[in-house]
């Protein structure tokens, strides 16, 4: 167990829906990333926050939005849903200042698009 | 940017034998090469990585290698096992905290 959690681990929805996913951070974690796998494919980085803040965007599409709130919760929130948006998502943290700077991945949610 | 590149993408051994995935970076600048290990539908899990002022390191029978210089690192498993079959990736972080991945070997060890 990472200690990174995501939920929820299963979405079933149809095109043109709007989903959320979730995802809390391991205790002190302040940096959060949004990674999108689809099948047989590699990890593609979607976004990252740090402390609340925005900062740095990989691949994300503009129907896709995400927010890290106070208490260091991160949302990914993915909208006007398309059939090719079925994938894994994950959610991966890091930085606890003082301590090392690896990079947790939670156990993902599988988002599927009919 | 940077850019990782990550080489074979497939990768088929004998039990026993030794496996070799090999990376490249660009950015002279990350300071931070963590190797990821994911069975299929699971998560990446981290098995070792390696800093930059660090040029090998070794757990058991897995061990990675930094060259700075030629900007390139390697995850080297002996013994391989069946249960070593999976999709590794390598990642290369730079001074923002951000993480570059590359696009992943999936090794195949045969009974």
């Known amino acids: 167990d990472s200690g990174v959690t995501q939920t929820p681990k299963h979405l079933i929805t149809a095109t043109g829906q709007r989903v959320t996913l979730r995802c809390s951070p391991r205790?002190?974690?302040?940096?959060v990333y949004w990674y999108q796998q689809s099948l047989d494919q590699g990890l593609q980085f979607l976004i990252q926050?740090?402390?609340?803040?925005?900062?740095a965007k990989g691949n994300i599409l503009e129907r896709f939005s995400a927010q890290q709130f106070p208490d260091l919760h991160s949302e990914l929130n993915l909208s006007s849903l398309e059939l090719g948006d079925s994938a894994l998502y994950f959610c991966?943290?890091?930085?606890?200042?003082?301590?090392?700077?690896?990079?947790?991945f939670g156990p993902g949610t599988r988002l599927t698009v009919t | 940017g940077e850019n990782v590149e990550q080489h074979p993408s497939t990768l088929s051994v004998q039990e026993g034998d030794s496996a070799v995935i090999k990376c490249t970076y660009s950015?002279?600048?990350?300071?931070?090469f963590p190797w990821y290990k994911q069975e299929l539908g699971k998560r990446p899990q981290l098995i070792i990585d390696?800093?930059?002022?660090?040029g090998e390191k070794k757990d058991q029978r897995i061990a990675v290698t930094l060259n700075k210089t030629a900007k390139h690192f390697s995850l080297h498993i002996t013994e391989t096992q069946p249960e070593d079959s999976a999709v590794y990736f390598c990642a290369a972080r730079n001074t923002g905290n951000q993480f570059y991945f590359g696009t992943g070997t999936s090794l195949t060890v045969i009974p």
């Open positions: 991966a943290s890091s930085v606890t200042p003082g301590q090392n700077y690896e990079q947790y």
């Open positions: 950015d002279s600048a990350s300071n931070y």
């Open positions: 926050y740090y402390n609340g803040e925005e900062r």
């Open positions: 390696i800093r930059s002022n660090v």
């Open positions: 205790s002190g974690d302040l940096s």
